[in-house]
């Protein structure tokens, strides 16, 4: 078993493109059913000391993940591919 305090210290990364998306910052809940429903990883981009720009939450829902690991928690989410301009070739 696994605690969300755990979850929250281990990586996120996309394997569709091998990024790191990020920490965890919350996790939605399904009360009724007691299951996961979502990851939520804070918003994306640069900003600069949060005065620029506005963020919002990635959300990835809990189908999109494919493992987690001891470190790492690896998800499936083409939603959040890096533009081609960012990408390495």
Same mark, same amino acid.
């Given at each position: 078993?696994?605690?969300?305090?755990?979850?929250?210290?281990?990586? *996120?990364?996309?394997?569709?493109? /091998?990024?790191? @998306?990020? %920490?965890?910052?919350?996790? #939605?809940?399904? =009360?009724?059913?007691?299951?996961?429903?979502?990851? *939520?990883?804070?918003?994306?981009? /640069?900003?600069? @000391?949060? %005065?620029?720009?506005?963020? #919002?939450?990635? =959300?990835?829902?809990?189908?999109?993940?494919?493992? *987690?690991?001891?470190?790492?928690?690896?998800?499936?989410?083409?939603?959040?591919?890096?533009?081609?301009?960012?990408?390495?070739?």
């Amino acid at each position: 078993m696994i605690k969300v305090s755990e979850l929250r210290q281990r990586d *996120v990364i996309n394997v569709v493109d /091998g990024r790191r @998306l990020g %920490f965890i910052k919350d996790v #939605e809940l399904d =009360v009724a059913e007691g299951k996961i429903k979502a990851l *939520v990883l804070p918003g994306q981009g /640069g900003k600069f @000391l949060f %005065f620029f720009g506005h963020n #919002e939450d990635l =959300v990835i829902p809990w189908e999109k993940v494919i493992k *987690v690991g001891i470190d790492v928690i690896l998800v499936e989410n083409p939603s959040v591919v890096a533009p081609k301009h960012l990408k390495r070739t």
